[in-house]
C-alpha cells in the first residue's frame, strides 16, 4: 500500500507504484513515474521527466532528476530513466540530458553514495559503486561493475570499462579499459583490479590474463595501436576478458585510451 507523509509534496500527473512510500517534505514532480515499492526518504526531491524502476531508495536531500548544467540547452522535453533497485545516498544528484527526446540512461542495482553526481547523458550500467564526492562530467559512459573511489572525477565523454575502478581522489580524462586500475590526477592506469574480478567470479585463468594483458599495453613501451594488435593475436583472445578489453578498445571514443 502506497504511504505518503502528509508533509510531502506529490504533484498532479505524477506516477507512483504499489507500495511506494513518500518521507516528510519530501517533492514528487507532476511529470515523474516510480515503480513498485520505490522509497523517497524525507526532504528527497525528485523532478523533471524522470522514469523510475522498482524498489529503488532515495535518500534525504538527494536530488534526481535536475535541469542539466549543460549550457546547449534550448529547451525540450529531455529526461531520466533509472532501472530498478538503485541506491542513492544522501545529496546525490542525477540530472535529465540536454537535448530534446535524449536521456540520461541508470541501470540496475548501483550504489550510488553520498554527494556522487550524475551529470546529464551519462550510461551507467549495472552494480556500479560510487563512492562519496565522486562526480560523472556529461557523456561520461560507465560499465557493468565498475568501481569510481572517493572524490574522483571523470571529464566529459569519457569511458570507464566493465570491472575497472577509478581510484580515490583522481582525474580521469581519458578512457579506462576493462578490468584495470588507474590512480592520480590525471589518472594513469597502474594495475589490475584483481579484487573486483574475483568478487565477481573470474578464475585465477581469467585474472592472470589480464594481467598479461595489462603489461602488454601499459609496461611494454608499445603504441596503444601496436599493443591492441598484439593483444588481439594471441593464442587466448578468444577468452571473455581479451574480448572485453578488445572491444573497448575498438569502440567509438572522443577520449582515447589513458
Partial sequence: MTKIHPTAIVEDGAQLGEGVEIGAYAYIGAEVSLGDACVVAHHATIEGYTFMGRENQIFPYAYIGGKTHDLKYKGGKPGLKIGDRNVFREYTTAHLATADGNFTLIGNDNNILAYSHIAHDCVVGDKIVMSSHAALGGHVVVQDHA????????????????????????????????????????????????????????????????????????????????????????????????????????????????
Fill in 147 to 258: 568501481v569510481i573511489g572517493w572524490g574522483s572525477g571523470a571529464h566529459q565523454f569519457c569511458r570507464i570499462g566493465a570491472y575497472a575502478m577509478l581510484s580515490a581522489s583522481s582525474k580521469l580524462v581519458k578512457d579506462l579499459p576493462p578490468f584495470f586500475m588507474a590512480d592520480g590526477s590525471p589518472a594513469e592506469v597502474c594495475a589490475i583490479n584483481k579484487i573486483n574480478m574475483q568478487r565477481n567470479g573470474f578464475g585465477i585463468d581469467e585474472i592472470d590474463i589480464a594481467y598479461s594483458a595489462f603489461k602488454l599495453i601499459y609496461k611494454r613501451r608499445l603504441t596503444r595501436t601496436h599493443a591492441i594488435e598484439e593483444l588481439a593475436a594471441r593464442d587466448n583472445a578468444g577468452s571473455r576478458v581479451v574480448k572485453m578489453i578488445l572491444d573497448f578498445a575498438h569502440s567509438p571514443s572522443e577520449r582515447g585510451l589513458a
